[in-house]
């Protein structure tokens, strides 16, 4: 199994489906990805757009997990514009397609997510988890600390309100 994570600032048609089918699919799994089950390809498309456009105005930069030259999963480091903050990153969108969760590439990605914001010169990175989910302890694992909560700041749904975690690693 050959493993690359490569940045991408330009997404072409291709990559564009790609990109879409594994966040339908990691959302449809049930993966916090800014949505919540169940989605169709319309309601991602929205947020794809953003982000590409994001990508192309370099306000944020893919990192794009691909295994044996497929794309298996991806994230995006969203950059600062303001002059004060261009020494770090927050990273969003976190996701490996569901077939292939539990095999150590999430590590892969978020480890080729490091190696190109380091690329980039940004000193840490900032990042946030949807409470009740556990996965800040994937994050723990590469190196990132919890710093603070917004209680209750993300609305699942009507009557199930969950924590933002805030979680920071230095490069
Ligand atoms: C979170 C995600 C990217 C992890 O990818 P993965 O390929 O399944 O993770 P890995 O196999 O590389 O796991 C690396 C380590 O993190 C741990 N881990 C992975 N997912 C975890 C979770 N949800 N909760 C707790 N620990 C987790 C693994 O047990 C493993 O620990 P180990 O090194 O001690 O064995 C993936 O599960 C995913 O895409 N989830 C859905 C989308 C999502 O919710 N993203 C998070 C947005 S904040």
Redesign the pocket.
Known sequence: MRTEVCPSTTVDEELRAQLLRCWVD??N?????GLVPPVTADDVTPLLDQLVERAADGRAVLGVLRVDGAVA?F?VLSLSTGPLRRHWATVL??????A???????????TGVHAIARDRGLEFLH????GG???????E??GYREFGRMRGAIRVAEGDDRDEIHLTCRL
């Open positions: 990691v959302t799994a049930g993966g916090a990805v999963g994230a969108r976190v996701q490996v397609h569901p292939l969760q539990g095999h150590g590439l999430g590590r892969v990605l978020m990042l946030t988890v949807r989910t556990g996965i800040e302890k994937f994050y694992g590469l």
